[in-house]
Nanobody, 115 residues
């Protein structure tokens, strides 16, 4: 069974940085497209960043230029480097793995941006 375990969330001041990690217990991790999504209270889950098996990336408009997604296939891990954090980045961040029509989600990690 696939497991995605996020870590690295926490409380940070506006303008600060965090790096989220998602460790995947997936065989042949390299064939999966991986993504980070977030859901703030009272809002729908939205795409933050996505990286394909080939390394192509795309970002949500609100995080472009501030967040960077990367993957380490040797470690079965995908990262989200978040810089210049804003209060509106406060949300639960979820890791996602996709292969064709199949997908799986992690349990999420809370990020709170507040002074």
């Amino acid at each position: 069974q696939v497991q995605l375990v996020e870590s690295g969330g926490g409380l940070v001041q506006p303008g600060g940085s965090l790096r989220l990690s998602c460790a995947a217990s997936i065989s042949v991790f390299s064939i999966y497209d991986m993504g980070w999504y977030r859901q703030a209270p009272g809002k729908q889950r939205e795409l933050v960043a996505r990286i394909t098996k080939d390394g192509s990336t795309n970002y949500g408009d609100s995080v472009k230029g501030r967040f960077t997604i990367s993957r380490d296939n040797a470690r079965n891990t995908v990262y989200l480097q978040m810089n210049s954090l804003k209060p509106e980045d406060t949300a639960v961040y979820y890791c996602n793995a996709e292969y064709g029509l199949w997908g799986s989600w992690g349990q999420g990690t809370q990020v709170i941006v507040s002074s």
